[in-house]
Structure formats: structure tokens, C-alpha cells
């Protein structure tokens, strides 16, 4: 503190004269703040002197200690669960519990951070990207599989069916592998409890899909023939079944909490239980309603009973002894054709092979074999 500050402070304290309104004027100090430091120094002596915290005694808006150790339990309980322990979370849980009045999003994240719970990791921050939702239940399912272990080490693959309008959880089923037949039969599941959809989403998994390879899977031409639409997505571009992608995580936190089954019904048991929990549990991209609920809002839309054919084109290279691949078969075509280029015009199972101008074969793909054989060839011109 200014020396002739505390001089004249002493001074004026033991009676003697001072011009207070001059030496205000000149050291640019009010006179109130003069006279407060005169009033401490005769009270409290040189201790008058020292600076006083400027912060208020009280704070009516401080969190309390029960609050906030409502909290850090409230986070332990949902992580000990496999459960979201994030801020929304824990504030829905101590809503549900009864606490009143439940502390905000905002007031829980600040108490984690208080307790270093929480460490800002802003690099990890999220891209914003272009969502979509489907309007109805039932207009989009996604499935798609992931890895899991036994306690015996075996790998095995859980499938997970989601409907993108609700986020709800219709079909989580145990594998063996993630093949084409377990796909088959984990939609088979879904279609009993909720009826069929208009339309499912799936990756470029051989279980899935051959559209990428120029063809259809088993799986497409089943789903076509239930009048259900089959959407895949780009090769490379997982962020298209992002909900799915999103909810394995949410999946796989839950099954680390829960003791490592011994066998494929073991998992089955526990997914079942799994996909009670969350169907039933708040979503905060469903603005903090539960899977079940934002289904059972919306009258659910259904597949038209009318088959799908699929169709399209596909270019390929004709072998040296006349044989070209489609579809997982081997297409006869004649020698006189070998080394070229051909073009498949294709509708179900029906194919026109073209080389050229030239109509090279017509068949319809026996299924049942890998090789077609030469039934009807036309000549070159």
C-alpha cells in the first residue's frame, strides 16, 4: 500500500490536520475509500491496512454438499449398471429418484468437473453432420452385427435390429457368425413382435447385400419377395448406419458390467434383458423419451404385401474359355465369346447376357448351382 497513504491514514487518525479533499485529489482516490481505511486503522491498527477478500459471504446459488454428493453416487450406480453416467443421464436419474428440486444438465457437468470427473477433451468434440430420421416406426429398420467373446474365448456376433424413426431396440440376437442365415433369422424374430417394415438398411456385408459386387444376396431377394425395399450403404461410409453403429457402443458398455456368458444362449439371455433396459430408458436424442415411448406415439407404417424385383446392369470380362462371373455363379457363354466384354441386363433371376450387339445368352439363374450352363447361344453377326 502508497506509504503516503498510510501516513496520512495515521495522521488524520491521531487528531492531527489533514487537507483529505487535496490529498484525495492528488493520489486519485475518493474521499469514502479515505475515510473507510481511517475508520479500520482506529478500530483494528495496522491490521486495518491489510485487504479484505472481495467476494460475498454468502452464496445463495452454491451448490450444496448433498447435492453434490447425489450426484457423484448417481454417477457411480449408472457406471456400475453399463449404463450412460454422463450429465443428462444423472440428472434424469435424480429426477426419477425423487429429488427435488433435480439438479440441470449444466450443474451436474459443473460438479463433475469441480470433482475431476470429468476432463475437457475439446479435440474429441464431434463433427456436425447431416442427420436423418424416418418420420414413421417402422419406415426403416437398420441391422448390423458386431463382435463378441464368450468367456471360453470364442468369438461369436450379435446382431442388432433398430427402427431409426424410435431408436427402438426390435431385434438383438446371438450368432455365430454374422452370415446370412442368422440374418435371415434375426429379422424373422423382429418381424413376429413388430410386423414387417417398408424398408431395411444394411452395410456392404456379404451377409447383407451383393449389390456392390453387381449382384443380390439370398437375403435381398427374400426381403424383395415380402414386398420390403432394401437400402445399402456406400462402400466405405459407415456413418449412414450411424445409429446402429452408436448403439453397439451403448451394447457392449452395458456387457462388460454384466458376468461373460458361458454359450450362445447365455448372451441370448442377457440381450433380452439388455433390450429391456434400453428400450425403456431415456434417450437424449429422443429429447429425453424412452425408445417405447416414441415408437408407441406414431402409428407404425408397414411393407406394401406386393413382391420387389430388383433389376439392374453389370459389366464384365468374359474368360479366356468363355465364361463369365455373376452373382456368385459362372455363367457359360461358349468359347467363341472368350476374352471380351459383356454386359448383364438383369430382373430377379433372369438374365440377358450381351456382347456387343449381340444377345450371347438368356437364362434364368438355377440357385441351386454355382455353374450355368450353356442353354440358348446366339451367334455372332
Known amino acids: 500500500m502508497d506509504p503516503e497513504f498510510v501516513s496520512a491514514i495515521v495522521r488524520l487518525a491521531r487528531g ?10 492528488t493520489h486519485e482516490i475518493s474521499r469514502t475509500t ?13 491490521d486495518g491496512f491489510t485487504r479484505r477478500s472481495t467476494a460475498p459471504h454468502t452464496c445463495p446459488t452454491r451448490t450444496s454438499a448433498a447435492l453434490c454428493e447425489a450426484v457423484l453416487r448417481a454417477r457411480k450406480d449408472l457406471d456400475a449398471a453399463g449404463l450412460d453416467n454422463g450429465p443428462q443421464s444423472i440428472s434424469w436419474r435424480l429426477e426419477s429418484l425423487g429429488f427435488d428440486p433435480f439438479p440441470s444438465r449444466a450443474t451436474v457437468y459443473r460438479i463433475l468437473v469441480d470433482h475431476g470427473q470429468i476432463v475437457a477433451q475439446p479435440h474429441k468434440r464431434p463433427k456436425s453432420r447431416r442427420r436423418f430420421e424416418y418420420a414413421d416406426p417402422g419406415g426403416l429398420w437398420q441391422i448390423d452385427g458386431m463382435e463378441h467373446y464368450l468367456s471360453t474365448g470364442e468369438k461369436v456376433c450379435v446382431l442388432q435390429i433398430l427402427d431409426d424413426h424410435s431408436r427402438l431396440d426390435v431385434g438383438s440376437c446371438a450368432a455365430t457368425t454374422e452370415n446370412g442365415a442368422e440374418a435371415w433369422r434375426s429379422l424373422e424374430q423382429a418381424f413376429a413382435g413388430y410386423g414387417l417394415p417398408v424398408r431395411v438398411l444394411f452395410d456392404n456385408g456379404k451377409a447383407f447385400s451383393a449389390k456392390h459386387r453387381g449382384g443380390t ?5 427374400t426381403l424383395a419377395g415380402l414386398g420390403v425395399h432394401t437400402i445399402t450403404s456406400s462402400v466405405y461410409h459407415p456413418q449412414t448406419c ?42 437424449q436424442s429422443l429429447a429425453g423419451r424412452t425408445p417405447q415411448q416414441r415408437y408407441d406415439d406414431t402409428p407404425t407404417v408397414a411393407a406394401t404385401p406386393e413382391p420387389k424385383i430388383r433389376s439392374g446392369q453389370a459389366t464384365r470380362s468374359v474368360s479366356h474359355t468363355g465364361i463369365v462371373q455373376f452373382d456368385g455363379h459362372a455363367i457359360s457363354l461358349g468359347r467363341e465369346w472368350g476374352d471380351q466384354r459383356a454386359i448383364l441386363h438383369w430382373r430377379g433371376d433372369d438374365v440377358t447376357v450381351m456382347v456387343g450387339d449381340v444377345v450371347a445368352h438368356t437364362l434364368t439363374l438355377n440357385r441351386s448351382v454355382k455353374f450355368q450352363p450353356l442353354t440358348e447361344l446366339s451367334t455372332k453377326s
Open 34 to 46: 479515505f475515510y473507510k481505511y481511517v475508520a479500520r486503522f482506529t478500530a483494528e491498527g495496522a
Open 16 to 25: 492531527d490536520k489533514v487537507n483529505v479533499a487535496a490529498f484525495c485529489r
Open 217 to 221: 444376396s439370398a437375403l435381398e431377394r
Open 242 to 283: 450411424g445409429k446402429n453403429e452408436r448403439v453397439h457402443q451403448t451394447l457392449q458398455k452395458w456387457l462388460r458390467k454384466q458376468p461373460a456368458p458361458d454359450t450362445l444362449d447365455e448372451l441370448q439371455a442377457l440381450l433380452d434383458q439388455y433390450r429391456e433396459v434400453y428400450n425403456n430408458r431415456r434417450h
